[in-house]
């Protein structure tokens, strides 16, 4: 099984901040990595899929990198609303794996 | 506008069995990718099972043997039967959308809790 290992597990940030949030995976996954967030009491929501394609209706402050082991997500000038817990997910092979999240709070 | 809706929660005993179900609206069942995807209290999130539009499944090795993903096309719905439920599948069950070529779970229902308790 492909290994998704998050860092950090939670953060601490300002209004304004920019926040980058890695994830790592134990085998090269190209770039077949999404990446979700979720709000307490919510269901996750879509943010990044293909490691850096934005998805519909997403700010742009939003972004995705990195390809085969190493992915980042950055979030550029952090909002209010941003304060949340963060999970990649890789689905290149079976079992497809989550990351074990990264909760962004506010300082 | 697309929309999921899981139902078939509850409390139930280990051993027994549950079935959830999922209404799609704004999409087709049966030509879709379709998944379920849950989390335990407090934890993180786990991948359960995939359904292809040809009939092909996954299932994560915690399930398998134990739950079948299916849908029935002239309703519209997906389902997920668990049989000898254990008190380790308690938590919000998801199903959740993958789109063609375009990365999986764009679409997520609200969640169905599982209570695997006696």
């Known amino acids: 099984d492909i290994q998704m290992t998050q860092s950090p597990s939670s953060l601490s940030a300002f209004v304004g901040d920019r926040v980058t949030i890695t994830c790592r995976a134990s085998?090269?996954?190209?770039?077949?990595l999404g990446w979700y967030q979720q709000k307490p009491g919510e269901a996750p929501k879509r943010l990044i899929y293909?490691?850096?394609i934005l998805q519909s209706g997403v700010p742009p402050r939003f972004s995705g990198n990195g390809s085969g082991t190493e992915f980042t997500l950055t979030i550029s000038g952090l909002q209010p609303e941003d304060f949340a817990t963060y999970y990649c997910?890789?689905?290149?092979?079976?079992?497809?794996?989550f990351g074990q999240g990264t909760k962004v709070e506010i300082k | 506008e697309v929309q999921l809706v899981e139902s078939g929660g509850g409390l139930i005993q280990p051993g027994g069995s549950l079935r959830l179900s999922c209404a799609a609206s704004?999409?087709?069942?049966?030509?879709?990718?379709m998944a379920w995807v849950r989390q335990a209290p407090g934890k993180g999130l786990e991948w359960v099972s995939n359904?292809?539009?040809?009939?092909?499944?996954y299932y994560a090795d915690s399930v398998k043997g134990r739950f079948t993903i299916s849908r029935d096309n002239s309703k519209n719905m997906l389902y997920l039967q668990m049989n000898n439920l254990r008190a380790e599948d308690t938590a919000i069950y998801y199903c959740?959308?993958?789109?063609?070529?375009?990365?999986?779970?764009?679409?997520w229902g609200r969640g169905t809790m599982v209570t695997v308790s006696s």
């Open positions: 704004g999409i087709t069942v049966i030509t879709s990718y």
């Open positions: 085998q090269d996954i190209t770039y077949i």
């Open positions: 959740a959308r993958i789109p063609w070529r375009k990365g999986p779970f764009d679409i």
């Open positions: 359904i292809y539009n040809d009939g092909t499944t």
């Open positions: 293909g490691a850096s």
């Open positions: 997910l890789q689905h290149t092979n079976y079992p497809w794996t």
